[in-house]
């Protein structure tokens, strides 16, 4: 659950992300059959608002940053051939702190820091010795 800067109520579920609608009292989704724009991944783990800034962790699609004006979509995956971008496996939580660095965890994945919107510091779980190690 999480609320917009303007109020709005948004809850984040096993099918996607819904808005309630006060005026109708119903709630509006987004998801992957969501025509026109789909969602990347059903499967919402959390969501943070940041300013006007909607920030989605999800099981299957990293996180999807929705920024209404102008609208804009961003997704954020792994990439095994960059070692500098997110951890592989679903994202599970994440924190962002007043000057706008954003703490992301992910399963078995390790502890993942965003700076002025670069990943560039990680935490990896090291999975055998169960000790993290740090990447810069």
């Known amino acids: 659950l999480a609320l917009t800067s303007d109020g709005r109520l948004l809850v984040g579920t096993l099918r996607g992300l819904c808005v309630l609608d006060d005026q109708t009292d119903t709630f509006q989704c987004w998801n992957s059959s969501t025509p026109g724009c789909p969602m990347a991944s059903d499967f919402v783990h959390q969501l943070l608002v940041y300013g006007h800034q909607l920030w989605i962790?999800?099981?299957?699609?990293?996180?999807?940053?929705?920024?209404?004006?102008?609208?804009?979509?961003?997704?954020?995956?792994?990439?095994?051939?960059?070692?500098?971008?997110?951890?592989?496996?679903?994202?599970?939580?994440?924190?962002?702190?007043?000057d706008g660095t954003l703490w992301v965890g992910t399963v078995e994945g390790g502890l993942n820091r965003m700076v002025n919107g670069q990943w560039s510091m990680a935490k990896r779980a090291a999975l055998s010795t169960g000790r993290p190690t740090i990447q810069d």
Not at 65 to 84: A, C, E, G, Q, T
């Open 57 to 98: 962790a999800t099981e299957t699609a990293g996180i999807i940053k929705l920024s209404p004006k102008p609208l804009m979509l961003r997704n954020y995956v792994n990439d095994p051939r960059d070692p500098r971008s997110l951890s592989p496996h679903p994202v599970n939580a994440m924190r962002v702190e007043p």
